[in-house]
């Protein structure tokens, strides 16, 4: 048996097979150009798919947009750090994928932040509340941190006022400056 359909109907049908034809061409392109793991932990389109669909509402065109047109791919942290001493103080622009900004070091702290994110877990989580710590001051430092980092908001504070805030400082050296006693190990 055959049967009509309208050929407006007709069309519809057609375009909604096309646009989801599209969709997955364009997934999968995205993955096949940069991997499924590559930019982020979380599998965020980082490759071809972002840069195409940047500026374009949406659509995907053949011809990337031009150079000014986006914002820097990738992560962006700013870093604030106060009473840390000279050379330390400061505030501080960085870009991850590619590493850039005003940070001394942007590739060594775009891999201690990679190096410090867990699947599951908070990678600028504060201590959490009710942890025993060691009764120890590392210094009046202190550092703000905000942004976005795989595609969350940031907004972390830092400070040395006891042994479990001076480890959450160290394992983000050098993001946040080494204030570590000269020879106590990086």
Do not use: K
Not at 42 to 58: E, I, M, N, R
């Amino acid at each position: 048996m055959v049967q009509l359909i309208p050929h407006s109907a007709a069309r519809r049908l057609g375009t909604v097979v096309v646009s989801v034809a599209a969709l997955a061409s364009l997934s999968s392109a995205a993955y096949a150009d940069a991997g499924p793991f590559a930019g982020h932990r979380s599998g965020h389109v980082t490759g071809l798919g972002a840069g195409h669909l940047a500026g374009t509402g949406g659509v995907w065109s053949p011809v990337p947009p031009a150079p000014g047109d986006e914002t820097p791919a990738g992560d962006h942290l700013t870093i604030t750090v106060r009473d840390a001493g000279p050379g330390a103080d400061g505030s501080y622009e960085l870009y991850c994928r590619p590493g850039g900004g005003s940070h001394p070091d942007p590739d060594g702290a775009c891999a201690v932040v990679d190096g410090n994110a867990r699947w599951g877990q908070e990678t600028f989580a504060p201590v959490p509340e009710g942890s025993i710590c060691t009764l120890q001051y590392g210094g009046p430092a202190t550092a703000h941190v905000t942004g976005v980092w795989d595609g969350r908001a940031v907004n972390a504070t830092y400070d040395r006022s006891n042994g479990c805030e001076i480890s959450r400082w160290d394992r983000m050296v050098p993001l946040l400056p080494d204030l570590r006693a000269p020879g106590a190990g990086a």
